[in-house]
Structures are given as structure tokens and as C-alpha cells.
């Protein structure tokens, strides 16, 4: 990771003042669409420095009047719309899983890919993607002991989710071992309306 990158752009996404604008790098949640399938219309949610489709975010505020929230919410194509000093990046390990880094270190694992990942704003919703390494955005695969992740984080251990989210590359190491057991999925970008960011931090 280029933490240098994350340096210079992390005060730009907290500059953007409400960010409604329905540009590249304005907030927005992400929901999963594939018609007839267990994974049509998820929330996409950050827990445990993973990607699940289902449960909640988990965040952490230690700061008064920063409340904690539910909601994964993305900014700047593909950093975490956080307040926390050095921001939180989103990238893709050498697994293939969907990742992000925790706070306060800019640390991603050698073979990390850091995107491309791209934001396009629609009029009532727009589309995140990921093309690096030749993927063609984004799969979920079901995962029932890959739920750890999410568990050491939180709030995790009422319901975890059942689909965790990888870039979608045929050698990605997914928690069935078989990548056909995952279901490639569209990633709808709701726009989020807010002066703010989202939350403190995501854990
Ligand atoms: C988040 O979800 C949990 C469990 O559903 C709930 O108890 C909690 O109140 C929610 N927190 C916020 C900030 O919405
Ligand atoms: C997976 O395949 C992609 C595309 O061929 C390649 O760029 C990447 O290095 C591969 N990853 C691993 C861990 O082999
Ligand atoms: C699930 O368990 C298998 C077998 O123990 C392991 O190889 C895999 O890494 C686990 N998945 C996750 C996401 O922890
Ligand atoms: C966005 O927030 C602004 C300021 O709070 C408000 O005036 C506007 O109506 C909101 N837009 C939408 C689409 O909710």
C-alpha cells in the first residue's frame, strides 16, 4: 500500500463539503443485486478487516459525538468514509478476499492489489467495481467457519453472515475451496447524503 496515497487523498475525501455531488468519489453503500438468488439486495458491510453481504458494520467510536453506525459507507472509489487519522483503504489480498485496513496502519499483505476499484454514480443508483488482476467485479461465497473475521470483531457474534465477499478470480481461496460455490453479484452504489463521514472507524 502506498501510504503516502492514502495520505494525499484522505484529507480531499474529508474535504468534500456534504459530498452529494454525483461524482467519483462521493459516499455512497453498496446493496447486492442477483436476481433469484439467496444474494439479491444485501448491504454490502466492513467487520473484522473483511466484506460480508448481510449482518451490520462494525464501527467503533472512541470520540464523543462521533456515534457508532451500522452502515458501511465507501468514499473516494475505494477507502472506508471514516474520520480516523491516515483513513482506512480498501483492497483485495492474495486470496481474492475483499479487505480493509485497520486503523491507524496502512498495512496490506505482499500481493495485495489496491484496484483498479471504480465508482460510477446512476441517477437513482450507480455501480462499484474492481478490474485488477482481470476480475470482473465482485462474488460472494458462502462461508460458515469464515465467519471469524467477523466474529473477533464486535458486535459479530449474534448473526454472522453466511457470504463473505471476494474480487471474482477463478484462483481466489475461497472458504469452500471450490470458487463455483460462489455467486458473481453486481454492486449497486446508493448515494449517501451526509456532511459527515459515516463513522469514527470500521473494526
Ligand atoms: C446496530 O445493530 C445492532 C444489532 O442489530 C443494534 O443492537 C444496534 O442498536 C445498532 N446500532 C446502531 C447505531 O444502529
Ligand atoms: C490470480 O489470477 C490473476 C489473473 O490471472 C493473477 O493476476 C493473480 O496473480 C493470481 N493470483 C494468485 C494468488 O495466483
Ligand atoms: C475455513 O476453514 C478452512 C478449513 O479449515 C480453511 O482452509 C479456510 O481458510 C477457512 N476460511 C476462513 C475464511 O477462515
Ligand atoms: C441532502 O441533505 C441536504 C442537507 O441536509 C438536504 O437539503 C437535501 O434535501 C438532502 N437530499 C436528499 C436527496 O435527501
Not at 502506498?2 to 462521493?26: R, T
Not at 468514509?81 to 483485495?92: E, F, M, N
Amino acid at each position: 500500500m502506498k501510504f503516502s496515497a492514502l495520505l494525499a487523498i484522505a484529507p480531499l475525501v474529508a474535504a468534500l463539503p456534504g459530498s452529494h455531488s454525483k461524482n467519483s468519489d462521493a459516499p455512497f453503500s453498496v446493496i447486492s443485486a442477483r436476481s433469484a438468488s439467496p444474494i439479491h439486495l444485501l448491504p454490502l458491510n466492513a467487520a473484522g478487516s473483511y466484506f460480508w453481504l448481510g449482518g451490520n458494520a462494525h464501527s467503533y467510536s472512541p470520540v464523543p459525538g462521533v456515534p457508532e453506525t451500522n452502515q458501511t459507507v465507501i468514499a473516494g472509489g475505494h477507502f472506508l468514509d471514516v474520520k480516523v487519522p491516515g483513513g482506512q483503504a480498501i483492497y483485495v489480498d492474495p486470496k481474492g478476499a475483499l479487505r480493509f485496513t485497520t486503523p491507524h496502519s496502512a498495512y496490506e499483505p505482499a500481493g495485495a492489489s489496491d484496484g483498479p476499484f471504480a465508482y460510477k454514480p446512476g441517477a437513482s443508483f450507480g455501480h462499484w467495481s474492481y478490474s485488477g488482476q482481470g476480475a470482473s467485479g465482485f462474488m460472494a461465497c458462502p462461508t460458515t467457519n469464515g465467519t471469524s473475521g467477523y466474529r473477533r470483531s464486535r458486535r459479530g457474534a449474534a448473526a454472522a453472515p453466511k457470504w463473505q465477499v471476494y474480487a471474482a478470480l477463478q484462483n481466489a481461496t475461497v472458504p469452500s475451496g471450490k470458487v463455483n460455490d460462489c455467486l458473481g453479484f453486481d454492486a449497486l452504489a446508493v448515494s449517501v447524503n451526509s456532511t459527515a463521514p459515516a463513522a469514527w472507524e470500521y473494526i
